[in-house]
């Protein structure tokens, strides 16, 4: 073989070396983040053949599963974002200083997609009416709203998107709140207002969710919230904090989906939450429901609740029942509805943003139990 | 199936070129065949039968008009073939458009009309159609003996690097490479083919593909709601698009034969530095060209003919039937008469005065009228596109669509390579990566790499076209 030919044998066997991956992985390659599905293998027929449904199931097979896809996907990835500063995840706006949104939450903030209010009055009832079962069996109750990223980091919204804000469905929601006495607690508003007074970001550039400092400090709160409202005796949680010049996973979340070769870093200080109970021998350890939308994974990930209740369910919203020990459990009406009865305390938990998604199911069962 | 595909890239095209390549010489048409057909079959399973029996019927009939010395007989047998595939052309490309005419002026009379057919138009059935008629045509004018078996013929019709979008190779072009063509086959043309083909494919997939998306956002909006601005973005993009596609499918096929050993006809020259609209269709979509004149104006008397009047009207409806040879549609016709009446109008002015104009005028306006017509080219109807040239013309500059950064920069890079032959350095390049026979082995070895680093650009760009993840994903 000359030289040429040993050129040409190398480029084919390059260019066949994802191939040759497919069938015999010897490069395992690093798996993609977000959010995503992957097709699976067509099943031959002569009938599929003919009408070219085999052919179409098989070119996305092979499309998502060939050797060094997530390679291949994070070096385009890699080169959108370095030259033309383009971000391969789903309705994932890029704001001002790096600082990263999903599209609905600037939307929510200025406005864009607010309820009518007629759906505010109908669904703020329909809270009051879970409110006032709990209360009237002697039960805690609180609505936790937890931020939108938008309002909290408003300067970072990207120019072309920062029309004329307009009122809100949140902020519509306060006011029917106070007017028909719904107990909540308004993370969104008091985070926006006071982010200046802490040291460490709430929310952070790159995730979307409140930051995990951001998360324990609003868990803290919220015991005592229900210690100082409803004389509990929940333990308390210590927020500490561990400095850091890189985000941990929770707060590049949207930045992890972009699958970048290199990971964007980030000039942001950030804390890590460094939580310690004090003993407290005449703490209770309550049962509690938590019915949430995806705010309360990073609390639940930090495993507050777990130290500091008793056993307690995690109602992902009001369609996954999640316990103290990391295990989903059957989302049954009798279960459910006997874990109603058992508990002491019950939290709805949603961003400004979908205050009204976590209601749907949840007043099905106090219906049943009225 | 098409070439920017991970089906073709990562699956068959590694297969096919192992298994080629391993091969005794004697198997290798055998091969490409069964792969050609399983390319074309990949993508239009049912239609593969109609090019087996048309192809069959064809070959047969040549055979018999070759063999035979009777004038009479051999033209029968020349109309019949000719028939049956134009005639499958017509059914299957365009019955309904001249069902849908008809139908227009038997309304407009209050007459019933026709019931459109039910037809689904097979993958590159224009350009095999053209090609068949090629092979009849050669072996009636005794240009060149038919192919003593039916499945060099299959061969020759199928071979899937310009079965779906050329070039189109007349018969005479290739009849003696598909037997002949081991002995000259040397390292040089693998290596030289694989870098035409990585150069084809990032036309496609870096650079078509990307101003193509503006071009479809333009053309699709609400012309009312355009400026000027907005307009001529979308008339230049669309430019851009159609020569880059195009011409990047070309280089594909054309560097995909050459792997395999065969040299098919140029098919794009830099059409965009043409200085008339003359000079233009000697560069782009050469081999459509070349068919037209040889299989159609040279028959209808060509420039022999007694009057200038008759022969603009042949320049016409050559340049007419190319439009419709395009799709089934009056823009494409529009279009081809707008180029037919502007190579009259070149023919009126003469050559000589027009030679007085500078080159980088002649060049600029000719580049002008080309991107006119494919407004044409580009809307779904007629009227659409007079609307679209009148924005472009109503000198409203100020308001605009956002840009985004990566059309701005690919739109500017195509620019430059449309117009980059202008200057020598650029023809050099072109030269050795285009035409060149043999190269050095470290000049090989730098295209390669290049190649090379396109290849997985353009699989890096395919593979990601579909990813666009949620961010949900822990929850």
Redesign the interface.
């Known amino acids: 073989m000359?030289?040429?030919?040993i050129?040409?044998f190398f480029?084919?066997l390059?260019?066949?070396f994802?191939?040759l991956n497919?069938f015999v992985p010897i490069i395992k390659s690093a798996g993609?983040?977000?959010?995503?599905s992957i097709a699976p293998d067509a099943t031959f027929s002569w009938n599929k053949?003919?009408e070219?449904t085999f052919?179409d199931e098989?070119?996305k097979y092979?499309?998502d599963n060939?050797?060094f896809?997530s390679d291949?996907?994070r070096?385009?990835?890699q080169?959108?974002y370095t030259?033309?500063?383009?971000t391969?995840?789903?309705?994932?706006v890029a704001g001002k200083e790096e600082c990263f949104y999903?599209k609905n939450y600037i939307d929510s903030y200025l406005g864009k997609n607010c309820l009518p209010d007629s759906v505010i009055d109908f669904e703020t009832r329909r809270i009051k009416k879970v409110q006032d079962y709990f209360l009237n069996q002697g039960k805690s109750f609180v609505y936790v709203i937890a931020t939108g990223k938008a309002w909290v980091l408003p300067e970072f919204i990207p120019v072309?998107m920062d029309t004329i804000k307009q009122i809100s469905s949140y902020e519509k929601f306060l006011r029917k709140f106070d007017e028909y006495g719904v107990k909540y607690i308004d993370f969104n508003g008091y985070f926006a207002r006071h982010k200046k007074e802490f040291n460490y970001p709430l929310v952070t550039k790159h995730g979307?969710h409140w930051s995990s400092y951001g998360a324990a400090i609003a868990m803290d709160s919220t015991i005592k919230y229900l210690n100082s409202q409803y004389g509990l005796k929940i333990n308390p949680v210590n927020v500490g904090c561990n400095p850091s010049d890189v985000y941990n996973e929770?707060d590049r979340?949207?930045t992890?989906?972009f699958?970048l070769i290199f990971p964007l870093k980030t000039k942001e200080k950030t804390c890590h939450p460094d939580l310690s109970y004090d003993s407290c021998a005449d703490c209770v350890k309550y049962r509690a429901i938590i019915s949430a939308d995806?705010y309360f994974?990073e609390p639940y990930g930090l495993r507050i609740f777990q130290n500091t209740l008793g056993p307690f369910e995690f109602w992902?919203y009001n369609y996954e029942s999640w316990d103290n020990n990391n295990e989903k459990k059957p989302f049954e009406k009798p279960k459910l509805l006997n874990s109603m009865n058992q508990t002491d305390i019950f939290i709805m938990m949603a961003s400004e943003m979908h205050i009204e998604c976590v209601t749907g199911k949840l007043i099905e069962l106090v219906d049943a139990e009225q | 199936m098409v070439f920017s595909?991970?089906?073709f890239?990562?699956?068959f095209?590694?297969?096919l070129?192992?298994v080629y390549?391993l091969a005794d010489n004697r198997y290798k048409n055998i091969i490409l065949l069964v792969f050609s057909a399983a390319f074309y079959a990949?993508?239009a399973?049912?239609f593969i039968f109609v090019i087996l029996l048309t192809t069959f019927v064809d070959f047969h009939f040549v055979k018999w008009l070759y063999d035979t010395n009777n004038p009479k007989i051999r033209k029968l047998l020349f109309l019949a073939s000719l028939s049956i595939n134009l005639g499958l052309l017509f059914y299957f490309k365009y019955c309904n458009f001249f069902i849908e005419n008809a139908n227009r002026i038997l309304t407009e009379a209050g007459v019933g009309t026709f019931p459109l057919l039910n037809v689904v138009l097979p993958i590159g059935i224009s350009f095999y159609t053209f090609e068949s008629i090629t092979y009849m045509v050669d072996v009636y004018r005794r240009v060149h003996a038919p192919l003593r078996k039916f499945w060099e013929y299959q061969l020759y019709i199928i071979f899937f690097p310009k079965l779906i979008a050329g070039p189109i190779v007349r018969y005479h072009e290739i009849a003696d490479q598909i037997n002949g063509r081991f002995s000259n086959h040397r390292?040089?043309d693998?290596?030289l083919g694989?870098n035409r083909f990585c150069i084809g494919l990032a036309k496609k997939v870096l650079i078509a593909n990307v101003v193509g998306k503006e071009a479809d956002a333009i053309f699709q909006s609400d012309i009312h709601l355009l400026s000027s601005w907005d307009a001529w973005i979308g008339a230049l993009a669309y430019t851009m698009q159609i020569y880059f596609d195009f011409s990047g499918y070309s280089d594909m096929a054309i560097g995909l034969a050459r792997m395999f050993g065969f040299r098919l006809p140029e098919n794009f020259n830099n059409p965009y530095i043409s200085k008339s609209i003359t000079e233009f269709w000697r560069r782009w979509h050469i081999t459509l060209g070349s068919w037209m004149k040889n299989y159609l104006y040279i028959p209808l008397g060509g420039n022999k003919v007694k009057s200038n009047a008759r022969l603009y009207f042949n320049l016409v409806m050559v340049f007419a039937f190319s439009g419709l040879w395009h799709g089934a549609h009056w823009v494409f016709i529009i279009w081809g008469l707008y180029h037919g009446l502007w190579m009259v109008l070149e023919r009126l002015i003469g050559e000589e005065r027009l030679q007085k104009i500078p080159a980088m005028l002649r060049i600029a306006f000719s580049f002008f009228v080309v991107v006119i017509g494919w407004v044409f080219f580009r809307v779904e109807y007629l009227s659409k596109g007079i609307a679209f040239i009148q924005k472009m013309f109503s000198f409203d500059f100020n308001t605009h669509q956002?840009l985004?950064?990566?059309f701005v920069?690919v739109f500017i890079a195509a620019l430059l390579f449309s117009f980059s032959t202008l200057f020598s350095p650029f023809r050099k390049i072109e030269k050795d990566m285009y035409y060149a026979s043999a190269l050095t082995?470290s000049k090989?070895?730098l295209y390669?790499f290049a190649?090379?680093i396109l290849?997985?650009?353009c699989?890096?760009?395919i593979?990601?076209s579909?990813?666009?993840?949620?961010?949900?994903?822990?929850?």
């Open positions: 000359n030289k040429k030919q050129l040409f480029i084919v390059l260019i066949g994802p191939l497919f993609l983040n977000g959010s995503f053949w003919f070219g052919q098989k070119n092979w499309r060939f050797g896809r291949f996907i070096l385009n990835n080169i959108q030259l033309f500063g383009n391969n995840a789903k309705d994932v999903e072309e979307t929770h979340e949207v992890m989906a699958n995806s994974w992902y | 595909s991970i089906t890239l990562i699956f095209l590694p297969v070129l192992f390549y990949w993508g399973p049912k390292i040089d693998k290596l694989l956002p985004e950064k990566q920069i082995f090989m070895l390669s190649a090379l290849f997985i650009l699989v890096s760009s593979a990601s579909d990813f666009n993840p949620f961010i949900y994903f822990r929850f």
